[in-house]
């Protein structure tokens, strides 16, 4: 199979380029750079036996068209996004232009190209907005109120999948995704509290936690996630799917797990909660389990030790393997890019 992954230079992207690339596919890979980075796909772009190409472009350019058209895929893996909701509150234009607009060429491209599939990383969260605590963990039957112009942004998207699919019979399967974690995380924006929890304890610096803590949030490993989106390459044609643990984690109990893995005694700082954000949020993966074969299998204590494992010092001349115990050909490099 000839795929394309945009955001494939993304800490979820280029772990999902490492197992199409195991698995033997051959790999396009789209990304401007802006928040993602060539050191992740070293290992793909060093094995010898790997098919893989990456193209530094803009998911807004005209160019992707006609590189879709050129290098037609037959499945794309549509990962690029603007993902902070705090820049699409401060500025919705820029988050429609590329979740919205971005979106749109890449489906241009794809029905130039012919391609058969398009798999979506939604945003399970903001997708259902603030949901009652009863309906917790959310299905997907549930009504899309997002809060935010960044979840409107996601759901917008999968309705044009929707329409692109009655159109021009472009199959797809969207994912709505939990609070994906796991190491090559940029330890910046809302999304990365793994990451920047990791960063501090390593450093032996304090934490700061916003608000009191209580939050909470369907915290999901990377490998898993890069199994649901391979898994969704050729399943769940037509659906929106939550891929999650369907528990919730308090921030507060985040902090208190990856603390004591660190062996930090160090309390956390409090600073004011952060307007928008949600209180609680979690997915039932049951849909997955059915339609994709899929249930998640990392737990937060195995997954959190591979983000700090990945974050200590390299004192030994390598650095610790960052991957968590999993299912084997579950997002693991291939051995020829080791």
């Not at 000839?2 to 990304?31: P, Q, Y």
């Not at 917790?136 to 699919?165: F, I, N, Q």
């Not at 979690?282 to 983000?307: E, F, Y």
Request: with cysteine.
């Amino acid at each position: 199979m000839r795929a394309m992954v945009t955001g494939g230079a993304g800490f979820i992207g280029s772990t999902l380029v490492d197992r199409l690339l195991a698995e033997g596919h051959a790999v396009d890979v789209v990304d401007d750079l802006s928040t993602g980075s060539l050191t992740h796909l070293a290992d793909a772009r060093s094995g010898a036996a790997n098919d893989m190409t990456f193209h530094h472009l803009d998911i807004r350019s005209p160019g992707l068209v006609d590189l879709m058209a050129r290098r037609p895929p037959e499945v794309v893996f549509h990962l690029a996004a603007q993902a902070d909701v705090r820049v699409s509150v401060s500025d919705p234009v820029l988050d429609a232009d590329i979740n919205i607009l971005g979106s749109l060429r890449v489906l241009e491209g794809a029905r130039r190209a012919g391609t058969s599939k398009v798999v979506f990383a939604a945003s399970g969260g903001t997708l259902y907005g603030d949901v009652r605590p009863s309906d917790l963990p959310a299905r997907e039957s549930l009504p899309h109120v997002p809060t935010s112009p960044y979840g409107v942004s996601k759901m917008a998207v999968v309705d044009y999948l929707t329409a692109y699919r009655e159109l021009h019979n472009i199959e797809f399967c969207a994912l709505a995704l939990g609070n994906v974690y796991g190491p090559r995380q940029d330890p910046h924006g809302e999304a990365g509290v793994v990451a920047i929890f990791a960063g501090h304890l390593v450093a032996g610096e304090r934490c700061t936690i916003f608000g009191d803590g209580s939050q909470t949030r369907d915290f999901v490993f990377v490998d898993d996630v890069v199994d649901a989106l391979a898994r969704a390459g050729q399943r769940g044609g037509g659906l929106l799917i939550n891929v999650g643990t369907g528990v919730e984690t308090s921030v507060l109990q985040l902090y208190e797990t990856m603390a004591t893995a660190a062996g930090s005694s160090q309390r956390p700082v409090h600073a004011p909660a952060r307007a928008g954000e949600l209180h609680r949020s979690a997915l039932d993966p049951g849909r997955a389990a059915i339609h994709l074969g899929w249930k998640p299998w990392t737990t937060l204590a195995d997954g959190t030790a591979a983000v700090l494992a990945a974050t200590a010092p390299d004192t030994a001349g390598t650095k610790p393997g960052p991957k968590a115990k999993g299912r084997r050909g579950s997002g693991q490099r291939n051995r020829s890019s080791r």
